[in-house]
């Protein structure tokens, strides 16, 4: 039940504006009908971004994962891993997908009431899911790979050196 029934018409898709952000940042990228589908190169991994405009709910959803697929043995400390970033994270949040056995960074941009994305706001979306999947990217592979424990993984991604040598 909606508190107001306002039929909206928008001037543009948001994800056509996205399309010349990838564009112009020449990253390789496929569009299905309110879909696109990129590739970002990072410092740790290639990142598979996809954006979708939800238009039911007028949400531009975004979905970024990684190649690093979490053997069974591995899941329930993963799992702890996840909610441990989470806690951290202001924006956005890490998934594990069961049935791939793949963790996915989400978060979603509301544009209700016909609100139109600005070029900031999506460079905004991208920047901070791409930035959330370099910084956690080692302590996932800690976990899956080296076989160390959430905590462990997770203090040596955020330990920052201070000062100068």
């Not at 891993?81 to 978060?107: C, K, P, T, Y």
């Not at 070029?119 to 080296?146: D, G, I, K, M, P």
């Amino acid at each position: 039940m909606a508190l107001f029934e306002v039929e909206v018409e928008r001037e543009i898709n948001p994800v056509d504006l996205l399309e010349q952000v990838a564009s112009v940042n020449e990253w390789q990228f496929e569009r299905i009908d309110d879909e696109i589908s990129m590739s970002v190169d990072g410092v740790w991994a290639a990142y598979d971004v996809s954006l979708s405009w939800m238009e039911d709910f007028e949400a531009l959803h975004l979905a970024c994962a990684f190649d690093l697929k979490i053997p069974e043995n591995r899941i329930n400390e993963t799992i702890r891993l996840i909610s441990m970033i989470n806690e951290q994270l202001l924006i956005g949040h890490f998934d594990l997908w069961r049935e791939d056995g793949a963790v996915m960074f989400r978060q979603t941009l509301l544009l209700n009431g016909g609100a139109e994305p600005t070029a900031e706001q999506l460079e905004c979306l991208l920047t901070s899911a791409l930035e959330a999947c370099e910084r956690y990217f080692q302590a996932f592979q800690y976990v899956v790979w080296a076989g160390k424990g959430s905590k462990d993984a997770l203090d040596s991604v955020l330990f920052e050196t201070m000062g100068t040598a």
